[in-house]
C-alpha cells in the first residue's frame, strides 16, 4: 500500500511540475531559500557560541 501511494504522490508531483511550472519552481525556490537559511543560523548559532 505504501509503494501504490508513494507511486500516486510522484505521479501528483510530476503532473503538477508539467501543468504550473513556474509556481512549482517558485515553491522549490522558497523551500531551498528556508533551509539554507536554517543552516546559516545554526552556523550563526556556533560561531556566537565559540567566540564567548
Do not use: H, Y
Not at 36 to 47: D, E, H, L, V
Amino acid at each position: 500500500m505504501k509503494k501504490v501511494i508513494g507511486w500516486i504522490l510522484l505521479f501528483l508531483l510530476v503532473f503538477w511540475i508539467g501543468t504550473n511550472p513556474s509556481p512549482a519552481a517558485d515553491v522549490a525556490r522558497s523551500i531551498g531559500d528556508g533551509i539554507a537559511q536554517i543552516f546559516r543560523n545554526i552556523g550563526t548559532f556556533f560561531s556566537e557560541l565559540a567566540n564567548g
